[in-house]
Each structure stands twice: as C-alpha cells, then as structure tokens.
Nanobody, 121 residues
C-alpha cells in the first residue's frame, strides 16, 4: 500500500500564491506518473497537472502559465506551485500517484485525501 499526504492548502486572495505538497510513503518500488486534480464545489474532478518520472509535464488549459508542477524523486514528493490564483481555482486538490510496490508488480493509482484551497475575490 502507498499513502499520499497533501499539505499547503488554505485561504488566499485572488492574485495570490499557494504551494501544495504531497508526500508518498509505504511500500514503494517506483513512483511513475504523479500529479494533482482539482474538484470545484458541485463539479467533477479535473486534471490540474501531471509529471512523469522523467519530469515530463502536462497541464490543464485553465492553469497553464500560472501553475508549476515539480517532483523530488529522492524524497517521493510532488509539489504544485500555484500563482495568480483565481476564485475559480477554489476547491479540493487531490494528489495522485501511479506506483509500483514491487519491481514486477503492475502500477496502481493511489489518491491523497485532498487539501482545500479557497480563493477570495
């Protein structure tokens, strides 16, 4: 099993910045794709950003140019730097990771419990 724990959410004014962090622990042979999803109130969860083990990144259209995802493979962490935040960025942010527990095991997707981000106008 792999556990993901997020931190860094909070309340910020529009135009401000927050940095989210997510740490993975447990039985980990390799962390493959990692990333963040956003769930706004009353809406479905949407991809914010993802990053491969080789640091190839992908961003949702609404956050391009404002958010930056990064990872530290030595510490099994993934961060999301969020700048120029907008009220529509409000919601719960979930960290996820595709992880292999053993070298011959298939990759499984794990989720954190989420961290709340609220952007006031």
């Amino acid at each position: 099993q792999v556990q993901l724990v997020e931190s860094g959410g909070g309340l910020v004014q529009a135009g401000g910045s927050l940095r989210l962090s997510c740490g993975a622990s447990g039985s980990i042979f390799r962390l493959n794709l990692m990333g963040w999803y956003h769930q706004a109130p009353g809406k479905q969860r949407e991809l914010v950003a993802s990053i491969t083990g080789a640091d190839s990144t992908n961003y949702g259209d609404s956050v391009k140019g404002r958010f930056t995802i990064s990872r530290d493979n030595a510490r099994d962490t993934v961060d999301l730097q969020m700048n120029n935040l907008k009220p529509e960025d409000t919601g719960v942010y979930y960290c996820y990771a595709a992880a292999q527990a053993l070298a011959w095991a298939t990759s499984k997707t794990y989720w954190g419990q989420g961290t709340q981000v609220t952007v006031s106008s």
